[in-house]
């Protein structure tokens, strides 16, 4: 089984940077879909980003596409997400995620860090 540590997040102004970072442990990940989600007080959670990890293929919503940017590091099983010009409606818990290519469903969940963004 595979487990999900998040770590970074914290409070930046709008038009600032952070980064959220996720590890991997437990199991290979290579077929594997990695994702970070966000849930804003109130709102829905919302998929943000996705990377399939042997192709490094991405999807980004289109709140996000052109600030945010996915990668990840197979040497060290993790997951970065590099949020730039942040916007105060960025504001939100992040969820590291995983789930087999093929399936709809996540089955993974980090614990989750708190991004604030204040204006």
């Known amino acids: 089984q595979v487990q999900l540590v998040e770590s970074g997040g914290g409070l930046a102004q709008a038009g600032g940077s952070l980064r959220v970072s996720c590890a991997a442990s437990?199991?290979?990940?290579?077929?594997?879909?990695m994702g970070w989600f966000r849930q804003a007080p109130g709102k829905e959670r919302e998929l943000v980003t996705a990377?399939?990890?042997?192709?490094?293929?991405?999807h980004y919503a289109e709140s996000v596409q052109g600030r945010f940017s996915v990668s990840r590091d197979t040497r060290k099983n993790t997951v970065h997400l590099q949020m730039n010009n942040l916007k105060v409606e960025d504001t939100a818990v992040y969820y590291c995620?995983?789930?087999?290519?093929?399936?709809?469903?996540?089955?993974?969940w980090g614990q989750g860090t708190q991004v604030t963004v204040s204006s």
């Open positions: 995620a995983a789930k087999l290519r093929g399936s709809d469903t996540y089955h993974v």
């Open positions: 437990g199991r290979t990940l290579t077929n594997y879909v």
């Open positions: 990377v399939t990890w042997s192709e490094g293929r991405t």
